[in-house]
């Protein structure tokens, strides 16, 4: 791509355009002109654009040279993705393995029933001394002495 450091064709385009869109206007609000001719002046507003970016666009060379200098990115690009440190797999995270119980023999159908009222007794008394009537789990609140 040449490098056009002049911006005299970009700031008379602007100039030219504007005063197309302002004269359109005026001419439409006047009566001079109907509505299609105004368009038609709005469109050769924003047809000077068009012709300065088509100027400007690359030419079948210059393109090739940008797809190449793409390619040749993309190619870097993989490559530095591939050389990057991938992140460790954490299989374990140091909780160290439930030793394993020691295998207790059958019980009988009593001894289990036994075994389960004395757990359910177990399990019902609190550790906490509560207040009489409290139905929370709210420890007794001793007054300071």
């Not at 050769?44 to 210059?62: D, E, H, I, R, T």
């Not at 995270?93 to 289990?112: C, F, G, S, W």
């Amino acid at each position: 791509m040449s490098n056009n450091t002049n911006p005299l064709p970009e700031i008379s385009a602007l100039v030219l355009a504007a005063l197309l869109v302002i004269g359109g206007v005026a001419l439409l609000y006047v009566g001079k002109i109907d509505f299609v001719a105004a368009t038609l002046m709005f469109g050769s507003a924003l047809a000077l654009f068009g012709g300065n970016l088509a100027l400007k666009a690359p030419s079948p060379a210059q393109q090739g040279q940008i797809n190449a200098q793409q390619q040749q990115l993309t190619q870097v690009v993989s490559q530095m993705q591939a050389m990057q440190a991938q992140p460790p797999v954490v299989i374990h995270n140091n909780i160290p393995a439930p030793a394993e119980a020691p295998a207790q023999p059958a019980l009988t159908v009593q001894e289990a029933l036994a075994s389960k009222s004395q757990t359910t007794n177990q399990q019902f008394q609190s550790p906490i001394p509560m207040q009489p009537g409290n139905t929370y789990p709210y420890p007794v609140v001793q007054a300071p002495q």
